[in-house]
């Protein structure tokens, strides 16, 4: 292990010599630390080529365990939803909650509107605005023209571009504005559609301005790129109950239950701190049937995430209420998915997730996934106000303790049998597992 030097032409090594390099360079024990990447390979080689094709540099493969929750009831049909996660408890609270409410009508989802944004961002400094906008309804049609290859198959698949239009910000930055132009790009997710689109647009946009009257004859394009922040692709997703049905298996009544979930939810609406880490639980769900569905988990949290602020002030993504003796359940959040291209139609699990899933549409994806954010949130509030998280959240991560201490199978067995009754807290399981290690009976 060496000083390391600035290495020129890394992408353009071979993946054995990209191996080399850094083994050699940051590891003490250069075999070991081949091992370890050697372990992830797959043995089949094609396989492994296509996940070395997926990004730039691979060495290997990373690990996320892909689970399933069954008995997901949304719109009448059940699903057993493909989730991959990291974090302990997702999977066992997504599933208990599409238990709970699978024999209450389960969920009812729908999407409420399905457009995506983009933007040429440009400078002009022209003082003639009204010149400006004319030229661009002028010319509408040209940027229609100039993208027609682009979009025939998207229009025949009933999507395209929706509308495009001058948007003036000068009040923001000086002689700054965009050409916002909206699409439907039906089952894709579109990104490379949308940014195919804009730039093309910024073409025919510098052609037909320099071609024009207006002074200057110029302008200069900063950027073209989609927006991930689509409030207008928004789903919804709603459960609800008779207040009575609110059992919920410890000794609280089901209205003291519904009340302080209702109490938990308001504060979640008005206090960003907690909002934060209610949103965050309710992304636990979405990323994990997300990133099994081959779509990009970023985009959807950066969206999720802006629209909770839209408001000025960070809230939560979900809401219930309490009225006619009955309790409701909702959450409405935004997000940009895709069923066909990117990784979809390559990534093995991602294939496998979706034909379990019946092949849905995204419109289809972002109810199911709308609805594991709801179950989420309702099975983490479900404990925060009775027994409190750490007793679920502790059970499931007791075995990772169990494998950090390299715990043998019975030895599991025998700790898992222990805390049965009360929550495994990091402390005592290491004390337990040392006593059992030292021939103590645990009782
Ligand atoms: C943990 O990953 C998520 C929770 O903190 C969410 C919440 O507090 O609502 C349990």
Redesign the pocket.
């Known amino acids: 292990m060496g000083d390391t030097k600035y290495i020129k032409g890394f992408s353009k090594l071979s993946k054995e010599a990209k191996i080399e390099w850094l083994v050699q360079e940051y590891f003490n024990d250069s075999e070991q630390a081949l091992a370890t990447l050697k372990t992830y390979w797959n043995e089949d080689a094609k396989l492994q080529k296509l996940h070395d094709e997926f990004i730039e540099n691979t060495l290997t493969n990373f690990y996320l365990p892909f689970g399933i929750a069954p008995n997901f009831l949304i719109n009448g049909k059940n699903y057993t939803v493909p989730m991959s996660i990291e974090?302990s408890?997702?999977v066992a609270a997504a599933a208990k909650s599409a238990n709970f409410w699978y024999n209450k009508g389960g969920f009812k989802a729908e999407v409420l509107s399905m457009v995506k944004i983009g933007h040429v961002h440009f400078l002009w400094e022209g003082e003639n605005k009204a010149e400006l906008k004319k030229l661009i309804t002028d010319i509408n049609s040209k940027f229609y023209e100039a993208t027609s290859q682009v979009t025939e198959n998207m229009r025949k698949r009933g999507g395209g571009i929706l509308s495009i239009e001058l948007v003036d910000k000068t009040s923001d930055i000086p002689n700054y504005y965009q050409l916002e132009a909206r699409f439907d790009t039906c089952d894709s997710m579109g990104a490379n559609f949308i940014n195919t689109c804009l730039e093309k647009f910024a073409d025919v946009l510098k052609e037909e301005v320099a071609k024009s009257n207006l002074s200057p004859a110029e302008i200069e394009v900063v950027m073209c790129i989609l927006s991930n922040y689509t409030p207008e692709s928004l789903v919804r997703s709603e459960v609800r109950t008779p207040i009575a049905q609110m059992v919920e298996g410890t000794d609280i009544a089901p209205e003291a239950f519904a009340e302080r979930f209702t109490t938990a939810v308001k504060i979640?609406e008005t206090q960003p701190y907690?909002a934060v880490?209610?949103n965050?639980?309710?992304m636990?769900g979405i990323d994990s049937v997300i990133i099994a569905s081959g779509n990009d988990f970023r985009a959807v949290e950066a969206c999720a995430h802006a629209y909770a602020a839209r408001n000025g002030s960070y809230q939560s993504l979900t809401h219930a209420d309490m009225s006619d003796g009955e309790f409701r359940f909702w959450i409405e959040v935004p997000m940009s998915l895709g069923t066909v291209g990117g990784i979809t139609t390559l990534h093995p699990m991602v294939k496998f997730g979706l034909e379990m899933m019946g092949h849905p549409g995204a419109e289809e994806l972002m109810q199911v996934a709308a609805s594991v954010g709801l179950a989420?949130?309702f099975s983490?509030?479900r404990?925060?106000t009775t027994t409190g998280?750490q007793k679920g959240?502790m059970k499931m991560h007791l075995l990772n303790i169990l494998n950090q201490l390299e715990a043998t199978e019975d030895e599991k067995q025998t700790i898992v049998k222990y805390f049965i009754n009360h929550t495994p807290h990091h402390a005592e399981v290491v004390s337990a597992f040392k006593r059992l290690r030292g021939g103590e009976v645990l009782k």
Do not use: D
């Open positions: 974090e408890s997702v979640a907690r880490t209610h965050k639980g309710i636990n989420q949130n983490a509030l404990s925060l998280i959240h």
